[in-house]
């Protein structure tokens, strides 16, 4: 699996003909917009799991975790204001 970061507005592209934009978001929630043909099934997972009838088919359905908080040294460092004037170490 590949795991990757994007800016808002940055988009993945895969194959020629579908291209997924990320258009920002808050902590728990990330909007994007899906530029597919209208031939390809899209489905979000909470459906999935709603139509699941038996616990076998629940537990075939693929879950994603968000990953653990990063340790301290790979953290950005926060911005400092002194005087009205911004200063950003890393």
């Known amino acids: 699996m590949l ?6 507005e940055e988009y993945i592209q895969i194959g020629d ?3 997924i934009v990320f258009l920002g978001g808050s902590r728990n929630h990330t909007k994007v917009m899906l530029d597919i043909p209208k031939e390809v099934n899209v489905v979000r ?3 999935l799991e709603k139509r699941a009838e ?3 088919e629940k537990e075939k359905i693929a879950r994603y975790h ?3 908080e ?3 040294k790979y953290r950005r460092k926060k911005v400092v204001v002194n005087d009205g004037v911004k200063a950003a170490s890393r």
Not at 3 to 8: A, D, E, F, K, Q
Request: charged share 40%.
């Open 66 to 68: 968000a990953a653990p």
């Open 45 to 47: 997972s909470r459906a």
């Open 54 to 56: 038996t616990d076998e």
């Open 70 to 72: 990063l340790e301290e």
């Open 17 to 19: 003909d579908i291209r």
């Open 3 to 8: 795991r990757m970061t994007v800016n808002t």
